[in-house]
């Protein structure tokens, strides 16, 4: 009986990520350029505090301090289909974990106390909080989203749904190596050593950093510090910031 529930859910769950591969046509093959334009027109559109600022290579990237009230905006500013992932952090000391958002699901990879990985949703949606959220936006071209899409679509399959995984997910987990294809799987490397690329790239790659396996804070911090175009907007959502609009020539440096 496990077989067929299984293929059920192996299909279900493959549909649905061919479905979000078609969705938002409009943002098919859109640029970091034609990324940042929008976010921008976007933040002024809706009073979000934002400013644009050059980087020493000339790159151009927009910086945003959404709050409760323009979490709507910022959804609909990056919707299914516009291939764009956003590699987050919470800005606490304490905090040493990397979760995303794409294609508006809010994703993260978690372990049991066994040690075994899942990849699990971590919310529905953004919710106002009372702690900063630190945002790295990056646009994909449309082959690396949908090579993202289905490396998700495979690890949802792979680990099969959660009810049927046992005690400390010991029958249902990700497999090193397998369908995010990463070594070492842990919460940054899935996103990190991601292989999306036209050539098999991981996202690492593609925005002109090393692997930061294992060091989820590194991570965050490099991608704000590149001035590789990809990574257009640097979003720390959460409660005001009276001090974002100050030094607007430096990095906002996540901490």
Not at 23 to 44: E, V, W
Not at 98 to 124: K, V
Not at 220 to 246: C, K, M, S
């Amino acid at each position: 009986m496990s077989v067929p529930t299984t293929s059920r859910f192996l299909r279900g769950t493959l549909a649905l990520f061919a479905l979000l591969a078609f969705a938002s046509p409009g943002y098919a093959d859109r640029t970091p350029l034609q990324a940042r334009t929008h976010m921008l027109d976007t933040a002024k559109r809706e009073n979000i505090p934002s400013y644009q600022r050059k980087l020493a290579n000339g790159t151009q990237r927009v910086y945003l301090n959404p709050q409760a009230q323009h979490l709507g905006a910022m959804e609909q500013a990056l919707p299914k289909g516009s291939d764009v992932v956003e590699i987050m952090h919470i800005g606490t000391p304490d905090a040493y974990h990397t979760m995303a958002i794409f294609d508006r699901q809010l994703l993260h990879s978690q372990y049991s106390p066994a040690g075994n990985w899942r990849l699990r949703q971590w919310s529905d949606r953004l919710r106002p909080g009372g702690r900063k959220l630190w945002s790295a936006m990056i646009q994909l071209s449309p082959q690396e989203a949908a090579n993202m899409r289905q490396h998700i679509a495979a690890a949802f399959a792979e680990e099969g749904p959660e009810h049927a995984a046992g005690p400390n997910w010991a029958n249902g987990h990700l497999k090193q190596g397998g369908a995010l294809g990463v070594n070492g799987i842990n919460c940054v490397a899935t996103w990190c050593d991601m292989p999306i690329g036209d050539h098999g790239e991981r996202l690492h790659q593609l925005v002109g950093l090393p692997s930061y396996s294992g060091s989820p804070r590194a991570f965050q911090l490099a991608l704000e510090q590149t001035a590789n175009e990809r990574v257009f907007g640097i979003a720390n959502y959460g409660p005001p910031d009276p001090t974002f609009l100050e030094h607007q020539d430096q990095d906002k440096t996540f901490k």
